[in-house]
C-alpha cells in the first residue's frame, strides 16, 4: 500500500521499474534547474542582523550574513514581506508592492542582495502578498472613494453598506463610498478583486470582468518589477484562496495557470512556492512546490507540534496519518514540482516548545532526507526558543514567541543589534541557556553541527536529493524509508524512542548516530 514506485510502475505497466520524478519527468511547469538542489533558508528580515543599531534587522544585516547561510549549507533564502507597509501584519499588509520598506533600506540594498547572493551562487524568493492589502494601500484609498475611478473594483464591494459578504468578513462604515469591502485575514487587510468563481449575488463579478482582469494584470507587473531586478521568484502568501466562491478550486486553477504562461513566456527560471497546503491542486496549478503547512490536511505537526508529536523519545507519536496522506499527495503529484516540509515558520510554534535538542536532530534528520526543497526557518539551526509570555507585535499574537531576534553570540542583544534593549523589535530570549550561533559551533555534538552535516550529506548524496523517489517500508517506531535514484538507494531509519538515527546504503554505513 505505502509503496510508491509500486503504484506508478504499475500505473505505467512497465512492472518493477524504477519510478523517480526527478527523471522520468519535470513539473508540467518545469522545474528551475536550481530548485532541484536548493535548500531554503527563511529569513523574518526585522529579527535577522540589524546593522544600523535601530533595533529592527535590516537589508544589509542579511547581506553581512549571507556567508554565514552559505557555510550552513543552505543556498536559497525567503524572505518574508520587506515592502513599504503600516505593519499591522508584519508587513503582510503591503502599502506600496515597489518599494522596499525604510526600516529595512532601499530598493537598491534589494537588488544588492540579489547580486551579492546570485555570487555566491544562491537564489532568493521574495514573499508576494496577492490577495490582500493594507488599508493605506493607494489602490484602497481610491476604492474607497464615491466616485468611479480606476481602482473602484480593485476590491471586492458588496452594493451597499447594509449588505455583508456571506462567507467573510467585511470592512464598512470607514469610506464615503456605500458598499462593505471584503477582508481576507485581519479586518484591516481588505481583499483585492480576482473574481467569483461562482455568481451568487449581484455584486459580485467573474473572474474575467474588467475589475479582476486588471488586479491579475497589476500582480503580474509587480511580480515582473522584482524578477526584472533580480529577484528568483516568490513564495506567494494564501496562495489558494484568492478567487471567492470557488469551493472546489476551479477557478484559482484557472488564475494560477495564467500565472504559469505569464512566467514560462517571460520569466521561466523564476521559482513559485505556494503557501497552499494542497500539493495536489498548487501544483496542479503550476506553482513548483507546495508547503506542509500547521493547517489544510497534511498532519505535518503531527510530527512536530502536538501533544505527543512522532519525534518525541515518549513515543506516543503517530506517524501513520502523516505518511498516509503524504503519499496521497506524492502520488498525484509525482514529476509535478516538489512538497516542501519545513522547520517551521513564522506562523507557528518554535520546534524547541516541544522537542528537546536531542529530539530536534531526529525531526531534523528527517527534514533532510524527505525529498522536496528543505525549508528552514532562521534560528531553527541552533534551536531557538519559542519566547513565551510577550506581547503581540504587529499582528503577531500566539505567533510572536516564534519571530524574535537571532541570537548570534554572546555580546550584547546577542549580536543582533547594537541599538538599546528597549530599541528592539522584540526582546532577546531572556533564558540563560538560550542557544547562539556562537555557543553552539563551540560544542561539536550541537544541533547547529548536526544540521550542518545532515545538509552537506544531503548534498553528497543524490538518492537524498529534492527529485529522488521514497518508499516508505514502517510507518510506526522507527519510522524507515527508502530512498533513490540511478546512482543509489538509501535506507533511513529514524527511532525517537531509541533516540537513533541510521542511514544505509545495502550493508555500508552512511550515517549512525545516537542522541542519547
Ligand atoms: C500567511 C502569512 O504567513 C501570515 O503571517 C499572514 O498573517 C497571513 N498569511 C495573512 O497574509
Ligand atoms: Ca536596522
Redesign the pocket.
Known sequence: MLDVRAKMAKKSGKKGERFNPAIDSVSKAGLPDWLKEAVFYEIYPQSFKDTNGDGIGDIPGIIEKLDYIKELGCNALWLNPCFDSPFG??G?DVADYYKVAPRYGTNEDLFRLFREAHKREMHVLLDL?P??TAITHPWFQASMKAERNEFTDRYIWTDNIWTSPKDNACIRGISDRDGSAVTN?FSH?PALNYGYYEITESWQQPMDAPGPRATLEAMKDVMRFWLSGGCDGFRV??AGSLVKGDPEGKGIQLLWEDVRAFLNKEFPHAAMIS?WGEPDRSLQAGFHMDFLLHFGPSHYNDLFRCEEPYFSSRGKGDVKEFVARYLSNYEKTGGKGLICIPSG???MDRLARYLTEAESKLAMAFLYTMPGAPFLYYGDEIGMNYVEGLVSKE?GYNRTGSRTPMQWDDTANAGFSAGSPASLYLPIDPSATRPTVKNQAERADSLYHFVKKMIALRKEHPALGNTAGITFTEVSYPLCYERFCDEERLTVTIDPKALTVEIRDGEKTVLSECFR
Open positions: 501584519d508584519a503582510y502578498v490577495g490582500h485575514f487587510q502568501d494564501m503557501e515558520n513564522h506562523d499582528g
